[in-house]
């Protein structure tokens, strides 16, 4: 999303990787490992087999 | 290929709509979710689950892919470069992730939708919890691209330092 702040002038340039990128990044690698992670355990899938404690309604949970 | 003003407002008016709207979709799906793990009403909790995957397919998923697409266009169409600064970066990262996220998800809206058709299905058979965390973290991960896109953190990646030399007249 933009502003009407410019991208140049007086905001840049610092050197370096700020600290925030580095937080935000380990943060993000965290959250994408998970979601591989609970991937690989529902066999590549992340549909209701993960999310329902019955996927298959007619074995269970009926009146 | 930089947008002229009239038409970088329009896209950027798109965007803030699209991904404000976004914001608001997924708080309903929560409310939802409530609803669903919360309220006794067997109907009430039916309809819940039954209304989730067409507004999912109707709203939740045209909005999502909005604010992508409007905010690629955004980016690439102004200054701000699409990986030049790390926020437009994590931003576009995050839209991306939660998009697909939804995309996969579409497929578990089906069957809660099918399940809670079922009249055969009892109450704790229909009612999941999993709709609730996934509005939950949705709307986390937009509220963080909100907070990045009105604050815009500094740092440059490398990419965008680079250009931003390249497109400095050189010292005499």
């Not at chain 1, 999310?51 to 298959?56: G, K, V």
């Not at chain 2, 102004?78 to 030049?84: K, Q, V, Y």
């Not at chain 2, 009249?119 to 009892?122: E, G, K, P, R």
């Given at each position: 999303m933009e502003n009407e702040t410019s991208a140049g002038g007086k905001r840049e340039s610092t050197v370096g990787t700020p600290r925030w990128v580095k937080v935000f990044g380990i943060i993000a690698l965290l959250v994408v490992l998970l979601f591989v992670v609970l991937m690989v355990a529902g066999g590549g899938r992340h549909g209701p087999g993960r999310?329902?404690?019955?996927?298959?309604t007619s074995q269970s949970g009926h009146r | 290929m930089i947008m002229p003003p009239r038409l970088r407002k329009f896209v950027l008016t798109a965007h803030v709509t699209a991904s404000v709207g976004w914001v608001g979709a997924a708080t309903v799906f929560l409310a939802l979710a409530v609803v669903g793990l919360t309220s006794d009403d067997t109907g009430t909790v039916r309809g819940a689950y039954l209304v989730m995957e067409p507004a999912a397919r109707l709203a939740l998923l045209p909005l999502a892919i909005a604010s992508l697409l409007s905010g690629l266009i955004q980016s690439l169409g102004?200054?701000?470069?699409?990986?030049?600064h790390y926020w437009v970066v994590f931003k576009l990262l995050i839209n991306v992730f939660a998009t697909l996220v939804l995309v996969m998800y579409m497929e578990t809206f089906r069957f809660l939708a099918s399940v809670a058709a079922d009249?055969?299905?009892?109450l704790a058979t229909v009612r999941s919890s999993s709709p609730l965390l996934h509005a939950a973290l949705a709307l986390v991960l937009l509220l963080v691209a909100t907070i990045l896109a009105i604050y815009k953190p500094r740092g440059m990646t490398p990419y965008g330092l680079r250009k931003q030399r390249e497109s400095r007249p050189s010292m005499p």
């Open positions: 999310h329902f404690r019955h996927a298959d | 102004s200054t701000w470069g699409l990986f030049r009249t055969n299905a009892d």
